[in-house]
């Protein structure tokens, strides 16, 4: 019962946040090193997963209108201008794909040098992902801006 | 759309932090209601005019055109 009542800080929230990203990282270069990229795949998962319910614990109250407002129109402009380098660059593996030689490839053919090769497909993936997060932090910053996340006066400490 | 959110807390002798921890939100949407950087939800605007006991419009008004005009 105390168990599921224990709430903390939100500083003691970011510093929880900040040693799981560092466990993550460890683990990353563990699956590099012994080859297994279901351990991190699952390791990630679980540490969003625990991330999550760590938020859930806060006792500050962080959460209201305004800042729902804010993730909302930050996440929708992502979407905008994401979906267009998204598709942009998917339309370019599409042709890469159907200008490679020999397409559609016949059975027991190895794969074409025009294609990319599945570990490239992970770094572009993770290129995407960080715009993606680079888009939504901008837009988020832009309206936490326009909405007085940062706006101080003579009450503030 | 002005307020006079500000004044009422003022009569009232309360501070952001109060009145956010009264109606649920957070003292930077007090904040950003007061200086007019953020219009509250109807939902919102009810609970602080009820807060202080008094009618909307008492505590908020329009200044934007007439619709059709």
Excluded at chain 1, 34 to 58: C, D, E, K, Q, S
């Amino acid at each position: 019962m105390l168990y599921n009542e224990a709430h903390m800080k939100r500083n003691t929230f970011y510093i929880l946040a900040g040693i799981v990203g560092l466990a993550l990282v460890g683990i990353f270069w563990l699956s590099v090193e012994i080859h297994n990229p279901t351990l991190i795949t699952v390791a990630f998962i679980a540490g969003i997963v625990l991330l999550y319910w760590l938020r859930t614990r806060i006792s500050d109250r962080i959460e209201d209108e305004r800042t729902i407002l804010i993730s909302q129109k930050s996440a929708m402009r992502t979407i905008e201008v994401f979906w267009v380098v998204f598709f942009a660059i998917s339309l370019g593996g599409v042709v890469l794909g159907l200008g490679a030689p020999g397409f559609p490839k016949p059975p027991h053919r190895p794969p074409d040098e025009g294609l990319i090769p599945l570990g490239h497909l992970g770094f572009m993936q993770m290129t995407l992902l960080c715009l993606m997060i680079f888009l939504y932090v901008g837009f988020r910053m832009y309206y936490a801006r326009q909405y007085g996340e940062w706006d101080t006066d003579e009450e503030q400490d | 759309m002005k307020n006079r959110i500000k004044v009422f807390r003022a009569m009232h002798d309360l501070t952001q932090e109060n009145l956010a921890n009264a109606l649920g939100v957070t003292r930077q949407t007090i904040l950003a209601i007061e200086k007019g950087k953020y219009d509250p939800s109807l939902d919102l605007a009810f609970k602080i005019a009820r807060y202080f006991n008094v009618s909307i419009e008492e505590v908020f008004s329009y200044e934007g055109q007439p619709p059709g005009s």
